[in-house]
């Protein structure tokens, strides 16, 4: 069973910046991707960012150029700035192997003045 947990959401005013960390209990090279994803309520899951074995990485037309994806042996983190309110929501770390996505619990980030 591979564990993943979130760390690092919060309040932030409009502007500011946060750092999201996803500690993986495995290492992070044995997936295919890992990532991040995002559901704000009413509205369903849509992915943020990700980076593949090899380090390619993508990210969502919303965070580009605001946000970016970090990785080593263990962890995934997300460095975003300049914080908008429509960038509240619950953000979930994620693993990929073939055929199977395990998830962390979620942090919550709230961007609010």
């Known amino acids: 069973q591979v564990q993943l947990v979130e760390s690092g959401g919060g309040l932030v005013q409009p502007g500011g910046s946060l750092r999201l960390s996803c500690t993986i209990s495995?290492?992070?090279?044995?997936?295919?991707?890992v990532g991040w994803y995002r559901q704000a309520p009413g509205n369903q899951r849509e992915l943020v960012a990700n980076i593949n074995v090899g380090g390619v990485t993508n990210y969502a037309d919303s965070v580009t150029g605001r946000v970016t994806i970090f990785r080593d042996e263990n962890t995934v983190a997300l460095q975003m700035i300049a914080l908008k309110p429509e960038d509240t929501a619950i953000y979930y770390c994620?693993?990929?192997?073939?055929?199977?996505?395990?998830w962390g619990q979620g942090t919550q980030v709230t961007v609010s003045s």
């Open positions: 495995r290492n992070i090279f044995m997936f295919n991707d």
């Open positions: 994620y693993a990929r192997t073939l055929g199977h996505i395990d």
